[in-house]
């Protein structure tokens, strides 16, 4: 059974802390995408990446940064965590051209006081 | 204005009943459309997937696609309390980055 896995369920962060958030493909896909569910706005793209080491801005990129070293995997970083990024942090992956949208991660609650 | 627009309910259905589900778009570039269900706790699953405007079935839901309104919507045919979810519509130019729905909420009682 393909899969995307995030690597924890529930966070609890301090304020300013860095947080790495991580996630694992094993189906190969070259895209991988980091966003963010919040009740009523719905998912909101913060980075995704195409390729190993290449990486582009989403819609809300500010106080994130990414990382992709090895295909099979996306990192979410929060530099200085703040209260307002605590949300739901979703994780996807899809092939190129393979027309079958994306695969989901199970999400990570963060929760930053 | 969002770039895809969808109700997010609450929607309250009896066991049996048909829910239909929509979303519009500005967008005049989408050419690919999808609807996935989340339920709670866990991530989007992709339920229907379709490739420009019309119809397109799979069992108990049927996705339609109105390009030249901007509208798609998702029918889901003798619902059961297994089909009490978020249901995302999303939309891409290119079937790379999508861009989604706000999700609409379902309950089906029993």
């Known amino acids: 059974d393909v899969k995307v896995t995030q690597s924890s369920r529930y966070l609890v962060k301090r304020t300013g802390e860095k947080v790495f958030l991580e996630c694992v493909q094993d189906?190969?896909?070259?895209?991988m995408f980091w966003y963010r569910q919040d009740p009523g706005l719905g998912l909101r793209l913060i980075y995704f990446?195409?390729?190993?080491?290449?990486?582009e801005k989403g819609d809300i990129p500010e106080g994130y940064s990414v990382s992709r070293e090895k295909k099979e995997r996306f990192s979410l970083i929060l530099e200085s965590a703040s209260t307002n990024q605590t949300s739901m942090y979703l994780c996807?992956?899809?092939?190129?051209?393979?027309?079958?949208?994306?695969?989901f991660g199970s999400g990570t609650r963060l929760t930053v006081v | 204005q969002k770039e895809v627009e969808q109700d997010p309910g609450p929607l309250s259905v009896p066991e049996g009943a048909i829910v239909s589900l929509n979303c519009t778009y500005s967008?005049?570039?989408?050419?690919?459309f999808m609807w996935y269900r989340q339920y709670s706790r866990k991530g989007p699953e992709l339920l229907m997937y379709?490739?420009?405007?019309g119809n397109k079935e799979d069992g108990r839901f049927t996705a339609q696609v109105d390009k030249s309104s901007k509208y798609i919507s998702l029918f889901i045919r003798d619902s059961q309390p297994s089909d009490s979810a978020t249901y995302l519509c999303?939309?891409?130019?290119?079937?790379?980055?999508?861009?989604f729905g706000a999700g609409t909420t379902v309950t089906v009682r029993a």
């Open positions: 967008n005049s570039a989408f050419q690919y």
């Open positions: 379709t490739y420009s405007s």
């Open positions: 990446s195409y390729d190993v080491k290449m990486k």
């Open positions: 996807a992956s899809s092939a190129t051209g393979g027309a079958y949208g994306y695969t």
């Open positions: 189906m190969d896909h070259e895209n």
């Open positions: 999303a939309m891409s130019v290119n079937d790379y980055k999508l861009s």
